[in-house]
């Protein structure tokens, strides 16, 4: 039987290769799954050789932390492709570990190697290139201009659109969701989405809060939704909503349910701005790192912002409020103008809603499926 190792090292990558272990399995049932991964990966039937989940970090200082997991990983990893030689490896975003670590141990073995999901090396990782051109088969990617970079690079790419596309759609009516939430309808409803791993929590949702108190003393009777992460855990949320000095109700289950009570947002940069596009909620993003994680982004930062609905549109559509910047009043001061300025939140949500047809059509994990079964066809036939 055909059988595939899958590499992923945050929730948002787990849940991503979990869809597409769905979509191969209902195109070849026979298809064997194993992983370094987490919990969405091993449900979707892929036996979990470690989960890395939990590890989850953003860049190399902040990894740093957890070098001994990561040690071990690559024990299980390499002797897992020395052991059972999979017919195929597929890494899922994760580039700090995937990249210079995984796929040259693939490589090593003679396992194909595909990269679904692209880390953002077109953003600040330009040296990470080599390590895509001497270890990489074939490119997947998410993003139309991430098509044209690896072109201009010369290394084979696919895009086939973003899977958000398919599943950003409520699962209630916007009534329901309101009394689901315990909000008032004829309030007004500001989210905060803080990010989706324990630490960005830590270090946005405080400096969302003090800005939902601002935004709170310069508009009496907005009430404000936090949406719950899949893998945070409630108690972790529930101790700064109980605290927060307004009135913050805790969202759980599907994020779209909650991003369509919402008249505006504060969004932690990352997949959650596409989120919040995809339903048109005007916001501000924000974004906190370890300062010498930040320090060394500056350095070879290539682009010009950093929340992807302004990387899509190739110009600031929304605010962005990075590291020192990132300050309570400037935040509330963006929120409450979105509020105040009825017709700008409306040509604002308009331009989100144009900035999303970028993403493609629906139907991108099959096509991803795809690639990836051609990929075991010409492994199969060169073998």
Known sequence: M???????GDPSGDAQAARLITALKQRNASLTFSALGGPAMQQAGAALLDDLTTTAAIGPFDAARHLGRF????????EYVRSRHPDLAILVDF???????????AKRHGVPVLYYISPQVWAWGRFRLRYIRRYVERMIVLFPFEEAFYRREGIPVTWVGHP????????????????RFGLNPWRRTVGLLPGSRPHEVARHLPLMIKSAQRIAWQMPGVQFLLPKAPALPSEMLRRWTERAGVELRMAEGSVYDALQVMEAAVVASGTATLDAALCAVPMAVVYRASWPTYLAA???LRIPHIAMVNILAQRRLVPEFVQHRA?????????VELLRDTERASQVRQELRQVTQRLGAPGAVDRAATVVLEALRAAASTS
């Not at 958000?164 to 009394?179: G, I, N, Q, R």
């Open 71 to 78: 040690t071990n990983a690559k024990r299980l990893f390499e």
């Open 164 to 179: 958000l596309m398919e599943s950003a759609h409520p699962t209630m009516t916007k009534d329901d969701a309101f009394a």
């Open 2 to 8: 055909p059988s595939i190792v899958l590499v992923a």
């Open 298 to 300: 500056r350095c070879v």
């Open 95 to 105: 580039g700090d570990f995937n990249l210079p670590v995984i796929a040259p141990i």
């Open 327 to 335: 300050d309570p009043g400037r935040i509330a001061r963006a929120i």
